[in-house]
């Protein structure tokens, strides 16, 4: 168990809407980042904060968003969602705001647009 | 723009023997570099890293080798077990950078 929460685990939905995806971080962890595993790819950045700032940025379309609250949980918003939007969602945390220590990653939520 | 490449989708090892798993990156500013390792319904986990003043970095079976003239390393898994089977990725970033490049994954069978 990495300690990182995902929720939901599955979400089905259809084109056009908009989904919330959540992570609760290790506890004592600060940094949040967020990749896309699509099929038979590997992971791809999408975002990263560090208390509740947006730290850096990666390949994440305008149509998606996040935010890290006081608390420390983070959550990704995807919106006008399509086909090509179905994929595995990884959130990962870590203690320092640099990948100098290994990300502890959370089981994912494997979205299935519709 | 594929940074890191993993170019064997699969490898199948029988047990007791040496898995090897490659990685090659074109990014030269690379300099921290990890390996993780996943099994099915679950998060990536970390296996073992090495930072670009090593070129061998052992603990345990799992010994990561860096070969920076080839933008190159591999990983070897002496003996392979059964519970060795798994998705592995390779990793590389900039240290002090906040992102991970990862590479497509290897799955790799150990057969019995």
């Known amino acids: 168990d990495s300690g990182v929460t995902q929720t939901p685990k599955h979400l089905i939905t259809a084109t056009g809407q908009r989904v919330t995806l959540r992570c609760s971080p290790r506890s004592g962890d600060l940094s949040v980042y967020w990749y896309q595993q699509s099929l038979d790819q590997g992971l791809q950045f999408l975002i990263q904060y560090y208390n509740g700032e947006e730290r850096a940025k990666g390949n994440i379309l305008e149509r998606f968003s996040a935010q890290q609250f006081p608390d420390l949980h983070s959550e990704l918003n995807l919106s006008s969602l399509e086909l090509g939007d179905s994929a595995l969602y990884f959130c990962?945390?870590?203690?320092?705001?640099?990948?100098?220590?290994?990300?502890?990653f959370g089981n994912g939520t494997r979205l299935t647009v519709t | 723009d594929q940074q890191v490449k993993q170019n064997s989708p699969s490898l199948s090892v029988q047990e007791g023997r040496i898995s090897i798993l490659n990685c090659d990156y074109t990014?030269?500013?690379?300099?921290?570099f990890l390996w993780y390792k996943k099994y099915p319904a679950e998060g990536p986990t970390f296996l073992i890293s090495i930072s670009s003043i090593k070129d061998k970095n052992e603990d345990g079976r799992f010994t990561v080798f860096l070969n920076k003239s080839a933008k190159h390393l591999s990983l070897h898994i002496v003996p392979s077990q059964p519970g060795d089977s798994a998705v592995y990725f390779c990793?590389?970033?900039?240290?002090?950078?906040?992102?991970?490049?990862f590479g497509q994954g290897t799955r790799l069978t150990i057969n019995p």
């Open positions: 990014n030269s500013m690379f300099d921290y």
């Open positions: 990962a945390s870590s203690g320092q705001g640099t990948t100098n220590s290994p990300l502890h």
């Open positions: 990793a590389a970033s900039i240290q002090g950078a906040q992102k991970l490049v």
